[in-house]
């Protein structure tokens, strides 16, 4: 589908004719590839005598355009135009062997994994679906509260995009005026004293009517904060320049402890009233910020808990 995609992506008309000589196929095989355009949720225009048009212009994503915008020459990248998920390939990529620091983006995944089992659909052309593969040869001792970091990394981007008030809800949400643009989803591959990491970002860019109908809590995107939308491909480049930085943080030894202000200053759970759900236990208490682990400090009447990420949900009371 990316093919004729790419042809429409200047949101002009296009006759099948034209489409099928500059794809080397057939009619028939045109509108074949423009049904599967429509079933994947993309609005192609029909006019008899003129020819196919998306509504608006967009801008693929590519290599080419990710190494422009400054995506480092020593990361590998891959771009399957649709796949179920983008951790699930990086992590088969490891598997056979391949290389670290690597990136992983589509256009389309079907089935990406948030925390607590729950499915993150990206849209078509939408949105910023990424995996980023980094290896610490010191073994996962050192990547203590690297998801919390990594969060920073998104909430920095954000702000430099133009969101004046981003905001991180433990233990890997992004927010924006308590509704939620960004999730975070860490894997480990651990081989003996060797860890890979294997970092998932979902980042609603443009979302699609499908993914309002589907989502149950309040969200947002870049879309209705900026006056007008990001290329996608600079926006994750920053990202992979952040989490490059970061992981060579962690690999030197010095953790979360190094950005733990920068956390605390994008807490929106900062010395807030929270109830805490942990399968079917519940707690009530205050949020006092991290610790250099990653753990929620919970003020109780008993004192201070220590929450771990996980199967943990914490709500503003």
Partial sequence: MRDVLALLSDSKFHSGEELGEALGITRAAVWKRLKKLDAAGITVHSVKGRGYRIPAPITLLSEARLRAAGVASNIGIDVPFDTPSTNDI?????????????????????????RR?????????????????????????VIEGLSLAVG????????QLGIPNPGLKWPNDIHIDGQKICGILLEMVADQDVCRV???????VE????????????????????????DRNQVIAAIVQGLQEVCEVFERGQGLSHYLPQWQAFDV??????RVFSGTRQQEGIARGVDESGALRLETESGIELLHGGEISVRKQ
Wanted: glycine share 10%.
């Fill in 207 to 230: 979302s699609t009517q499908e993914q309002e109908e589907k989502v149950d809590q309040p969200w947002t995107d870049l879309a209705r904060r900026l006056s007008s939308v990001p």
């Fill in 90 to 114: 990086l992590k088969q990529k490891i598997a056979l062997g391949s290389s670290l620091p690597a990136l992983v983006v589509t256009e389309h995944q079907t089935q990406g994994k948030g």
């Fill in 269 to 274: 759970l900062y010395n807030q009233p929270v």
């Fill in 152 to 159: 920073v990394v998104i909430a920095q981007v954000l702000r």
């Fill in 198 to 204: 294997v970092i998932g970002i979902g980042l609603n």
């Fill in 117 to 141: 089992g729950r499915v993150w659909e990206s849209g078509v052309a939408k949105n910023i679906t990424m995996s980023f593969g980094w290896k610490f040869d010191q073994g996962p001792s």
